[in-house]
């Protein structure tokens, strides 16, 4: 409540430096490696940052916070990213900037269908590059005057994220409680091969993907897939 205060008395201006100052960012990604490599390029532009890592976790925020800006992935643990795209828009008050995320630029039109205001592909690319997109639909009261320094510095998160996202697609390629476990775990596994640019990683997820839509036994594709994130995640370094 202090910070919301503040803000409405003492509202702060961007900066060419700090282009995101006074935003407030909501980023539903159930992916920790995304989502802390957002995290830091949204603060390194001047933004106040918040994570929902499920369309429940989103919820619960928006229940009780109006960010400036919502970044939805469109591939989440309990549903599409394209639902709650469509709830947003239609909200009243809506949210000022709704963005989408994916892997899969093939996705973009239905996200913009759905009502989002523009789509951030993955991998984001720089920093400099991030946030430009979220400030071309920002209003020209909220731009930073003044030319804007453009660096073609490129942040990650640390191994730690990265570790959990691996943990994690070896925790639902074990034991899947049904095929809807199994597809998001080859969704997720997708996106993360995308964001991290490993070729080999999107290689495996897409041959287990083709033996689970095509019908054939997949035993060996999903345990081959498992050995490459366990050796990733034995490593601890993003394999590109």
């Known amino acids: 409540m202090t910070d919301i205060l503040d803000d409405f008395l003492y509202p702060r201006r961007p900066t060419a430096e700090r282009p995101l100052l006074g935003q407030t960012v909501l980023v539903v990604e159930d992916s920790r490696f995304a989502g802390e490599t957002i995290r830091l390029m949204c603060l390194r532009g001047g933004a106040r940052i918040r994570r929902a890592d499920s369309l429940r976790a989103a919820a619960r ?3 009780t916070y109006r960010p400036s800006v919502i970044l939805v992935d469109l591939g989440l643990p309990d549903g599409s990213g394209l639902d709650l795209i469509r709830q947003l828009d239609d909200a009243v008050p ?3 900037v709704l963005l989408a995320l994916s892997g899969d630029p093939a996705l973009e ?3 913009l269908n759905a009502g989002a205001n523009g789509f951030i592909s993955k991998p984001f690319g720089s920093v400099a ?3 430009g997109k979220i400030l071309a639909h920002l ?3 909220a731009q930073p005057r003044g030319p804007r320094p453009l660096s073609d510095e490129v942040v990650h998160a640390d191994a730690g994220a990265l570790g959990d996202d691996y943990a994690l697609i070896l925790d639902l390629l074990d ?4 095929p809807e476990d199994l597809l998001y775990a080859i969704n997720f596994g997708a996106n993360l091969a995308r964001n991290l640019e490993d070729g ?3 290689a495996a997820v897409t041959a287990l993907r083709e033996d689970v839509t095509d019908g054939r036994g997949h ?5 081959h897939l498992a050995g490459l994130v366990q050796s990733r995640l034995a490593r601890g370094a993003i394999a590109v």
């Open 200 to 202: 080999a990683l999107d």
């Open 94 to 96: 809506r949210v000022p």
């Open 139 to 141: 209003p020209a009261e």
């Open 219 to 223: 035993r060996g594709s999903l345990a």
């Open 61 to 63: 925020h928006l229940s």
């Open 129 to 131: 590059g991030f946030q």
């Open 175 to 178: 034991s899947p409680q049904g």
């Open 109 to 111: 039109e239905a996200a």
